[in-house]
């Protein structure tokens, strides 16, 4: 964890995983997330797949590390007062609602820039707060084939869906980076924001390259496969001899060093592949012939050859053999807690990023679900007991 946004309090409504994952980066930066679950169920995630201890999923906890939780009936009027309570300290609001849900629950924009008028306010959704479509329920699957991005993957034969959650992880990110904006520009003007989300355009704007050609030109990028999308024969997803390697000699200058990197520096010589243009044109016996000679040897070997000839390369990893991966211990971009419930010692991803080169990984486990009620109502004044009794908090 690192001190970025040290002194900023969210307040965190969302559930399963674009919301989530948004505020667990804040929370990596040193923010104070409250996390406002209902009482007997909380964030949805908490039950979807494997349970480590009642409540607790890996989902569940791989995204909700130095959070805080309190439980509160936000459908009982004492339990939407203790969240206006909150909401008068917070700095950022997040939900993940289908656009309508926080008005009836009394957290929508609005009714929240009443309490705190500097409340920077982020909604996330699949279409948008506003729009013809704009209450239609989103979901990861569904915004891949919406947004173009099912169409764009898989082989030339056959689209599928890209294999990780790709829009909700991408829409967290955008959403992190635009409550981050919206704070620098209230640090400067006193002035708060309502960020409106949508599934739907960040998905777009990680397909960037695919829509820039699109928009330019008119045409459809083709699906290209297992192979880059630099359509040159000294590129490509190779088999070895007991695994995939990845080569990325995109230009013709990479073929160059390819080719003496792996002892074929007669290639030079071949009117085939003796001018760029005629490489392009002569790509798939090209590749054809990187192919031979890579199954020759395992993906290490080859790994380490074109390492030492300078050509982009690597070989393609699975989970086990990521997480051991040298420059992750180096960057310390694993953190591993203990005390967590279900699991005892824990590893935790980071942000992805340094700061003063340190890492930025949580330092506490995920929480509980209402674990931290009675600590956050005492900071709120409010007696824990009394509304507990009555059913307002859990």
């Known amino acids: 964890m690192t001190d970025l946004l040290a002194g900023v309090r969210v307040i965190d409504f969302t559930h399963v995983h674009a919301g989530p994952l948004c505020t667990y980066q804040l929370a990596l930066m040193g923010a104070d997330v409250i996390k406002v679950e209902a009482p007997g169920s909380g964030d949805q995630m908490r039950r979807m797949g494997p349970q480590l201890a009642p409540g607790m999923s890996p989902g569940f906890l791989g995204q909700n590390a130095n959070k805080r939780s309190i439980a509160v009936d936000l459908k009982a009027e004492e339990g939407r007062a203790v969240v206006h309570d909150l909401v008068a300290t917070a700095d950022v609001l997040v939900i993940n609602m289908r656009p309508g849900t926080a008005g009836r629950l009394g957290i929508d924009y609005d009714a929240v820039r009443e309490i705190n008028p500097r409340i920077v306010y982020c909604a996330i959704s699949g ?92 045409r459809i990028g083709r699906r290209v496969g297992p192979q880059p999308l630099a359509g040159v024969g000294s590129a490509g997803t190779f088999d070895t001899a007991d695994g995939i390697l990845m080569v990325n000699a995109n230009s013709y200058r990479l073929f160059l060093r390819l080719a003496r990197a792996v002892g074929r520096a007669d290639l030079l010589e071949d009117a085939r592949f003796a001018t760029p243009a005629a490489a392009h044109e002569h790509r798939v016996e090209l590749r054809q012939i990187f192919a031979d000679l890579f199954a020759t040897d395992t993906a290490e070997h080859w790994d380490g050859v074109l390492r030492e000839g300078g050509v982009p390369a690597g070989i393609a990893k699975t989970p086990t053999q990521t997480v051991k991966h040298p420059q992750l211990a180096h960057r310390q971009s694993l953190a591993t807690l203990s005390g967590v419930p279900g699991a005892g010692d824990l590893a935790f991803l980071g942000a992805g990023f340094t700061v003063d080169e340190a890492a930025t990984t949580p330092e506490r486990p995920p929480p509980l679900l209402g674990e931290h009620t009675d600590e956050i109502l005492a900071e709120l004044g409010a007696d824990a007991h009394a509304l507990r009794e009555r059913g307002a908090v859990a």
Do not use: K, W
């Open 127 to 218: 279409y948008g707060q506003s729009g013809p479509e704009s209450d239609r329920p989103a979901f990861d699957h569904l915004i891949q084939g919406e947004s173009g991005m099912f169409n764009a993957t898989g082989t030339p034969e056959q689209p599928v869906r890209v294999g990780f959650a790709v829009v909700d992880a991408g829409t967290a990110i955008i959403a992190s980076s635009a409550i981050n904006g919206a704070l620098l520009r209230r640090e400067r003007t006193g002035a708060g924001a309502f960020l409106d989300v949508s599934m739907l355009e960040s998905s777009m704007t990680l397909m960037g390259l695919n829509y820039y050609g699109f928009l330019a030109t008119g």
